[in-house]
């Protein structure tokens, strides 16, 4: 045995005689391979940089969201989880016609299955952000709503028999209270619109502390 191998350390691997040189697939990668490892604060300021590129000057969804209507309300919040799911969609969509151009059914298939999720996730928002619409909104033509104007009609014709009114006059204002009424679901169905402007206008008013938090936290 050689004085070499004597002093070799005892885990060594013999180098190889021939060292085969690899070739990198893209430049994309080449450039990662060379760069190794990409240090934290560089990786950080790359990703924020292509996020904001994404989202058009934005520096985030909640960013993007509050810029284009000036806080972030959860009908803001489910409206722009929808499209950015819906988005994404098209992406995978995009994803799956090429890989299907280049011959791999099995990989389409997996893509076009994640896709069909995506878009079950984005139907489930908007059903249940629908029912709970419907639990706080009030149906006009609901039989509820009938039996409480039946309601208000037979106490105001008691009041009148209590006044000892003469039936000419109980029939005048029920008479002129059917023509006033004549449209009383689109009035009212106005009237809800309007306060329903307010009480989001109050809820924007309540979730601008927090959404100016959150943005400057980020």
């Avoid at 180098?15 to 450039?31: F, L, N, R, Y």
Wanted: with cysteine; hydrophobic share 30%.
């Amino acid at each position: 045995m050689s004085d070499q191998d004597e002093n070799a350390p005892e885990n060594s691997v013999p180098e190889s005689k021939e060292t085969q040189e690899i070739e990198p697939i893209s430049e994309t990668v080449s450039e990662v391979v060379v760069k190794d490892h990409i240090p934290a604060t560089e990786s950080d300021g790359l990703r924020s940089n292509l996020v904001c590129s994404y989202y058009g000057g934005s520096n985030g969804l909640i960013h993007k969201i509050h810029q284009k209507s000036g806080s972030v309300t959860p009908d803001d919040l489910i409206n722009g989880l929808v499209g950015e799911i819906v988005s994404e969609s098209d992406s995978m969509k995009g994803n799956e016609l090429i890989v299907l151009e280049e011959g791999d059914a099995r990989g389409s298939t997996i893509i076009s299955s994640k896709r069909v999720s995506a878009m079950e996730s984005a139907a489930k928002i908007l059903h249940q952000k629908k029912i709970i619409d419907s639990e706080h909104s009030i149906d006009l033509d609901s039989p509820y709503i009938k039996r409480m104007l039946e309601y208000i009609v037979k106490r105001i014709h008691h009041v009148f028999l209590d006044m000892q009114l003469e039936d000419e006059v109980n029939d005048i204002f029920f008479s002129r209270l059917g023509e006033k009424m004549k449209d009383w679901k689109k009035e009212v169905r106005r009237e809800f619109d309007e306060l329903r402007e307010q009480l989001k206008s109050i809820e924007r008013e309540n979730t601008a502390a927090n959404t100016t938090s959150v943005i400057g936290g980020k």
